[in-house]
């Protein structure tokens, strides 16, 4: 019985799955022109936010996604910060999204900008392109998304990970979202992520309807910090203090199936 429901549920997401990707894909480019033709008239127009949010609920609706948020009472909406949170699914930035009350933009690998009509809606929107491949440019496509973060009054959601873990336990730190903390003084938005590896498993090509919590920590000010003094400790304290919330975040879930 417990194997035929368990088939039954893989069969019914994978239908899911396939009937709905190819839509949303065609949805996505039709949003993508939108926002080019937006951005011919003005490059920095408030619909583009109304755009990522709504494309963000799109596609927490394909397996379904029903998440939840705590700790919004530690977000000011006029506030810039560089949000760091753990990586587990591609889920996890419309989840940013959605949960947030801010004006977010992250960074994104080179292949994506490949997408015809994907690529220019994303740069003209101010998301930042990554090359992992060639030598000094993740480094350079960070600094150039705090300026535009800067220039345009974005928030960036940086995972400190690096890449997405594979078997939902925390990966190591890298300095990245710390420096950019300190040195533009931002304060630095911690976010939690659990449930998002159960929808879209590692290496999975099914989308599995779940849940999925974020949880905001009230956020670090950077103003007085340097990167001699306070970087390696912040880094420590933060990746600490996240392992230690997504572990009992974890214990609290019950995974379904």
């Known amino acids: 019985m417990v194997y035929a429901n368990a088939m039954l549920r893989t069969t019914l997401a994978a239908a899911r799955t396939f009937v709905f990707v190819p839509l949303f894909f065609v949805y996505t480019l039709l949003i993508s022109a939108i926002v080019i033709v937006i951005g011919l008239f003005d490059e920095d127009s408030p619909i583009h936010d109304a755009i990522v949010n709504h494309w963000g609920g799109v596609v927490l609706r394909i397996p379904p996604v029903k998440w939840s948020v705590e700790g919004l009472e530690h977000v000011d909406p006029n506030q810039r910060y560089v949000v760091a949170s753990n990586h587990?699914?591609?889920?996890?930035?419309?989840?940013?999204?959605?949960?947030?009350?801010?004006?977010?933009?992250?960074?994104?690998?080179?292949?994506?900008?490949?997408?015809?009509?994907?690529?220019?809606?994303?740069?003209?929107?101010?998301?930042?392109?990554?090359?992992?491949?060639?030598?000094?440019?993740?480094?350079?496509?960070?600094?150039?998304?705090?300026?535009?973060?800067?220039?345009?009054?974005?928030?960036?959601?940086?995972?400190?990970?690096?890449?997405?873990?594979?078997?939902?336990?925390?990966?190591?730190?890298?300095?990245?979202?710390f420096r950019i903390a300190i040195d533009t003084g931002l304060p630095l938005l911690r976010v939690v992520i659990e449930g998002t590896n159960r929808i879209n498993k590692p290496e999975g090509k099914v989308f599995y309807p779940g849940r999925a919590r974020l949880r905001v920590l009230p956020p670090i000010e950077t103003a007085q910090m340097t990167n001699k003094d306070d970087l390696n400790p912040m880094l420590a304290e933060v990746q600490d203090m996240i392992q230690a919330e997504y572990t009992a975040m974890h214990a609290e879930a019950t995974p379904e199936g």
């Open 88 to 177: 587990l699914s591609m889920f996890d930035i419309p989840l940013l999204f959605r949960g947030l009350p801010l004006h977010g933009r992250f960074l994104s690998k080179k292949e994506i900008f490949r997408i015809p009509l994907v690529g220019r809606a994303m740069r003209t929107i101010g998301i930042v392109e990554v090359n992992r491949q060639a030598h000094g440019s993740s480094r350079q496509a960070i600094n150039d998304g705090v300026r535009i973060a800067a220039e345009r009054g974005y928030s960036l959601l940086v995972f400190p990970e690096g890449t997405r873990s594979r078997t939902a336990e925390l990966l190591p730190f890298k300095k990245g979202a």
